[in-house]
Protein backbone atom coordinates (compact mmCIF):
# COMPACT_ATOMS: atom_id res chain seq x y z
CA UNK A 1 0.00 0.00 0.00
CA UNK A 2 1.55 3.25 -1.31
CA UNK A 3 1.42 6.77 0.92
CA UNK A 4 1.36 8.41 -2.31
CA UNK A 5 -1.95 8.25 -4.17
CA UNK A 6 -2.38 8.88 -7.93
CA UNK A 7 -5.23 8.49 -10.37
CA UNK A 8 -5.19 5.14 -11.95
CA UNK A 9 -5.56 6.68 -15.20
CA UNK A 10 -5.85 9.91 -17.23
CA UNK A 11 -6.83 10.34 -20.85
CA UNK A 12 -6.84 13.46 -23.51
CA UNK A 13 -6.59 14.17 -26.99
CA UNK A 14 -3.57 14.73 -28.96
CA UNK A 15 -2.45 18.35 -28.96
CA UNK A 16 -4.42 18.80 -25.70
CA UNK A 17 -2.54 18.68 -21.79
CA UNK A 18 -3.00 16.32 -19.20
CA UNK A 19 -2.35 16.69 -15.24
CA UNK A 20 -1.54 13.96 -12.98
CA UNK A 21 -1.68 14.38 -9.21
CA UNK A 22 0.19 12.88 -6.60
CA UNK A 23 -1.47 12.92 -2.56
CA UNK A 24 0.65 12.79 0.24
CA UNK A 25 1.15 13.81 3.86
CA UNK A 26 3.91 16.15 5.66
CA UNK A 27 6.20 13.07 6.21
CA UNK A 28 7.12 13.05 2.77
CA UNK A 29 5.80 15.41 0.46
CA UNK A 30 5.50 18.18 2.78
CA UNK A 31 9.03 18.12 3.29
CA UNK A 32 10.76 17.08 0.84
CA UNK A 33 11.35 17.41 -3.34
CA UNK A 34 9.29 15.29 -5.47
CA UNK A 35 10.33 13.69 -8.66
CA UNK A 36 8.28 11.89 -11.62
CA UNK A 37 8.99 9.25 -13.58
CA UNK A 38 7.95 8.12 -17.44
CA UNK A 39 7.49 4.29 -18.12
CA UNK A 40 7.11 3.36 -21.27
CA UNK A 41 5.68 -0.09 -21.79
CA UNK A 42 7.77 -2.88 -21.14
CA UNK A 43 10.75 -0.16 -20.12
CA UNK A 44 12.18 0.74 -17.65
CA UNK A 45 11.69 3.78 -15.30
CA UNK A 46 12.86 7.01 -16.69
CA UNK A 47 13.27 9.90 -14.62
CA UNK A 48 11.11 13.05 -15.93
CA UNK A 49 11.44 15.46 -13.15
CA UNK A 50 13.59 16.35 -9.87
CA UNK A 51 13.31 18.74 -7.59
CA UNK A 52 10.04 19.35 -7.86
CA UNK A 53 10.30 20.97 -11.29
CA UNK A 54 14.10 20.52 -12.60
CA UNK A 55 13.79 18.82 -16.31
CA UNK A 56 17.11 16.09 -16.51
CA UNK A 57 19.10 16.91 -19.79
CA UNK A 58 17.13 15.69 -23.02
CA UNK A 59 13.33 16.14 -20.94
CA UNK A 60 11.12 18.32 -23.43
CA UNK A 61 9.64 21.50 -21.94
CA UNK A 62 6.06 19.93 -22.30
CA UNK A 63 6.88 18.07 -19.17
CA UNK A 64 6.75 20.13 -16.23
CA UNK A 65 6.24 19.60 -12.50
CA UNK A 66 5.04 21.96 -9.51
CA UNK A 67 4.68 21.04 -5.64
CA UNK A 68 1.62 22.55 -3.31
CA UNK A 69 1.45 21.14 0.14
CA UNK A 70 1.33 18.06 0.76
CA UNK A 71 0.53 16.93 -3.11
CA UNK A 72 2.51 17.84 -6.27
CA UNK A 73 1.69 17.49 -9.98
CA UNK A 74 2.73 16.75 -13.29
CA UNK A 75 1.97 18.25 -16.71
CA UNK A 76 2.17 16.68 -19.79
CA UNK A 77 1.14 19.68 -22.65
CA UNK A 78 1.18 19.22 -26.21
CA UNK A 79 0.03 15.23 -25.94
CA UNK A 80 1.44 13.00 -28.12
CA UNK A 81 0.84 9.53 -28.85
CA UNK A 82 4.32 8.63 -27.66
CA UNK A 83 3.77 9.97 -24.22
CA UNK A 84 1.58 6.82 -23.19
CA UNK A 85 2.60 5.28 -20.64
CA UNK A 86 2.57 5.01 -16.77
CA UNK A 87 3.96 7.35 -14.75
CA UNK A 88 4.79 7.80 -10.74
CA UNK A 89 5.49 10.02 -8.68
CA UNK A 90 8.42 9.71 -5.97
CA UNK A 91 9.76 10.84 -2.79
CA UNK A 92 11.48 10.52 0.55
CA UNK A 93 9.09 9.72 3.55
CA UNK A 94 10.70 10.60 6.66
CA UNK A 95 8.46 8.48 8.83
CA UNK A 96 9.29 5.20 7.30
CA UNK A 97 13.23 6.41 6.38
CA UNK A 98 12.56 5.11 3.22
CA UNK A 99 11.74 6.26 -0.67
CA UNK A 100 8.11 5.83 -1.74
CA UNK A 101 6.50 6.07 -4.70
CA UNK A 102 3.08 6.90 -5.90
CA UNK A 103 0.70 4.20 -7.27
CA UNK A 104 0.96 5.29 -10.45
CA UNK A 105 -0.82 6.46 -13.40
CA UNK A 106 -1.96 5.26 -16.99
CA UNK A 107 -2.00 8.01 -19.71
CA UNK A 108 -3.70 7.19 -22.50
CA UNK A 109 -3.90 9.35 -25.55
CA UNK A 110 -7.43 9.20 -26.86
CA UNK B 1 28.02 7.51 -20.62
CA UNK B 2 26.12 6.13 -17.45
CA UNK B 3 24.92 2.38 -17.77
CA UNK B 4 23.31 0.12 -14.94
CA UNK B 5 23.60 -3.57 -16.52
CA UNK B 6 21.50 -5.95 -15.00
CA UNK B 7 21.81 -9.80 -15.14
CA UNK B 8 19.71 -12.08 -16.67
CA UNK B 9 16.44 -13.43 -16.10
CA UNK B 10 16.13 -16.19 -13.77
CA UNK B 11 13.39 -18.34 -13.25
CA UNK B 12 13.77 -20.71 -9.88
CA UNK B 13 11.72 -22.84 -7.25
CA UNK B 14 10.43 -21.85 -3.80
CA UNK B 15 12.84 -21.94 -1.48
CA UNK B 16 16.22 -21.76 -3.68
CA UNK B 17 18.76 -18.95 -3.01
CA UNK B 18 19.50 -16.40 -5.82
CA UNK B 19 21.42 -13.06 -6.36
CA UNK B 20 21.37 -11.20 -9.00
CA UNK B 21 23.67 -8.53 -10.16
CA UNK B 22 23.94 -4.68 -11.56
CA UNK B 23 27.39 -3.26 -12.96
CA UNK B 24 27.65 0.33 -12.91
CA UNK B 25 29.77 1.83 -15.87
CA UNK B 26 30.63 5.62 -17.00
CA UNK B 27 30.51 7.04 -13.53
CA UNK B 28 32.68 6.91 -10.54
CA UNK B 29 30.59 4.10 -9.03
CA UNK B 30 31.38 3.77 -5.47
CA UNK B 31 30.32 7.31 -5.23
CA UNK B 32 26.76 6.88 -5.83
CA UNK B 33 24.22 5.29 -3.69
CA UNK B 34 22.57 2.32 -6.35
CA UNK B 35 19.03 1.49 -4.71
CA UNK B 36 16.94 -1.91 -5.80
CA UNK B 37 13.51 -1.44 -7.21
CA UNK B 38 10.37 -4.05 -6.95
CA UNK B 39 7.75 -4.76 -10.14
CA UNK B 40 5.43 -6.82 -9.24
CA UNK B 41 3.59 -8.48 -12.72
CA UNK B 42 1.20 -5.35 -13.58
CA UNK B 43 1.98 -3.31 -10.35
CA UNK B 44 3.92 0.04 -9.28
CA UNK B 45 7.54 0.29 -8.22
CA UNK B 46 8.19 -0.21 -4.39
CA UNK B 47 11.67 0.68 -3.31
CA UNK B 48 13.37 -1.92 -1.16
CA UNK B 49 16.59 -0.69 -0.26
CA UNK B 50 19.58 0.99 -1.08
CA UNK B 51 23.84 1.10 -0.94
CA UNK B 52 26.61 3.23 -1.17
CA UNK B 53 29.18 0.81 -3.06
CA UNK B 54 32.05 3.11 -1.46
CA UNK B 55 31.60 1.49 2.16
CA UNK B 56 28.51 -0.90 1.81
CA UNK B 57 26.25 1.23 3.84
CA UNK B 58 23.10 -0.09 3.45
CA UNK B 59 19.81 0.84 4.35
CA UNK B 60 16.43 -1.18 3.97
CA UNK B 61 12.35 -0.02 3.10
CA UNK B 62 10.69 -1.79 6.27
CA UNK B 63 9.02 -4.05 4.01
CA UNK B 64 12.15 -5.74 2.98
CA UNK B 65 13.83 -5.92 5.69
CA UNK B 66 14.58 -9.02 6.37
CA UNK B 67 13.61 -10.76 3.11
CA UNK B 68 16.63 -10.11 1.25
CA UNK B 69 20.24 -8.60 1.27
CA UNK B 70 21.54 -5.80 -0.50
CA UNK B 71 25.54 -5.80 -0.95
CA UNK B 72 27.76 -4.36 -3.73
CA UNK B 73 31.71 -5.02 -4.79
CA UNK B 74 33.39 -1.82 -5.50
CA UNK B 75 36.19 -3.38 -7.39
CA UNK B 76 33.92 -4.79 -10.07
CA UNK B 77 31.33 -1.99 -9.77
CA UNK B 78 28.37 -4.15 -9.16
CA UNK B 79 25.31 -3.82 -6.62
CA UNK B 80 23.90 -7.47 -5.70
CA UNK B 81 20.14 -8.11 -4.92
CA UNK B 82 20.09 -12.00 -2.94
CA UNK B 83 17.54 -14.18 -1.86
CA UNK B 84 18.00 -17.37 0.79
CA UNK B 85 15.12 -19.30 0.21
CA UNK B 86 12.82 -17.74 -2.57
CA UNK B 87 8.68 -17.36 -2.44
CA UNK B 88 6.21 -17.22 -5.07
CA UNK B 89 5.04 -14.42 -4.33
CA UNK B 90 8.58 -12.59 -4.99
CA UNK B 91 7.76 -13.37 -8.93
CA UNK B 92 8.60 -9.66 -10.04
CA UNK B 93 10.66 -7.69 -11.97
CA UNK B 94 13.49 -5.97 -10.32
CA UNK B 95 15.60 -2.79 -11.02
CA UNK B 96 18.90 -0.73 -9.67
CA UNK B 97 18.86 2.29 -10.11
CA UNK B 98 21.17 5.24 -9.45
CA UNK B 99 20.70 8.11 -7.13
CA UNK B 100 21.14 11.80 -7.37
CA UNK B 101 20.88 13.31 -3.99
CA UNK B 102 21.44 17.01 -4.86
CA UNK B 103 20.19 19.84 -2.91
CA UNK B 104 18.38 17.47 -0.57
CA UNK B 105 16.16 15.97 -3.52
CA UNK B 106 16.67 12.83 -3.98
CA UNK B 107 15.51 10.74 -7.07
CA UNK B 108 16.90 8.16 -9.53
CA UNK B 109 18.45 9.80 -12.51
CA UNK B 110 19.74 6.31 -14.07
CA UNK B 111 17.79 2.43 -14.10
CA UNK B 112 18.48 -1.07 -15.22
CA UNK B 113 17.00 -2.78 -17.71
CA UNK B 114 15.47 -4.49 -14.84
CA UNK B 115 15.69 -8.82 -14.20
CA UNK B 116 13.14 -10.82 -14.06
CA UNK B 117 12.76 -13.14 -11.26
CA UNK B 118 9.97 -16.08 -11.91
CA UNK B 119 9.63 -18.48 -8.76
CA UNK B 120 7.53 -21.52 -9.55
CA UNK B 121 7.18 -25.12 -8.42
Known amino acids: QSVLTQPPSVSAAPGQKVTISCSGSSSNIGNNYVAWYQQLPGTAPKLLIYENNRRPSGIPDRFSGSKSGTSATLGIAGLQTGDEADYYC???????????FGTGTKVTVL | EVQLVQSGAEVKKPGESLKISCEGSGYYFPGSWIAWVRQMPGKGLEWMGI????????RYSPSFQGQVTISADKSTNTAYLQWSSLKASETALYYC??????????????WGQGTEVTVSS
Open chain 2, 97 to 110: ARLLWSNGGRSFDF
Open chain 1, 90 to 100: GTWDNSLSADV
Open chain 2, 51 to 58: IYPGDSDT
